[in-house]
């Protein structure tokens, strides 16, 4: 069974860190990408960041700089480090996954606009919230 879990969100003050984990079971991530998404309270979901092993990573303007994603193959989990959060970090994060293509461009096209209608099998969310 596919799935995709997060975990490592919470409560913390602005400046602050946290980690996140997506784990995944039932595929490997060696033919996926994997982006991170997340929805703030009234607002769309946004793309955060994507990785895949085709063409590295991307960030959303918002974040570049201060968030790092990476994956552990070993483990099959890929992690978003998040630095000097700001309060309009505070959304539910998800991850999600798309196929790779043979085409490498495409593959590269769909990882960096972070876009979610190119995303699926998606997570349950975790709830970050940076306040002080």
């Known amino acids: 069974q596919v799935q995709l879990v997060e975990s490592g969100g919470g409560l913390v003050q602005p400046g602050g860190s946290l980690r996140l984990s997506c784990a995944a079971s039932?595929?490997?991530?060696?033919?996926?990408?994997i982006g991170w998404f997340r929805q703030a309270p009234g607002k769309e979901r946004e793309g955060v960041s994507c990785i895949s092993n085709s063409d590295g990573s991307y960030y959303a303007d918002s974040v570049k700089g201060r968030f790092t994603i990476s994956e552990h193959r070993d483990k099959n989990t890929v992690y978003l480090e998040m630095n000097n959060l700001k309060p309009d970090d505070t959304a539910v994060y998800y991850c999600?996954?798309?196929?790779?293509?043979?085409?490498?461009?495409?593959?590269?096209?769909?990882?960096?606009?972070?876009?979610?209608?190119?995303?699926?099998?998606w997570g349950q969310g975790t709830q970050v919230t940076v306040s002080s």
């Open positions: 039932g595929f490997t991530l060696d033919y996926y990408a």
């Open positions: 999600a996954r798309f196929l790779l293509d043979s085409n490498w461009n495409w593959n590269r096209v769909r990882c960096r606009r972070l876009s979610p209608t190119d995303f699926g099998s």
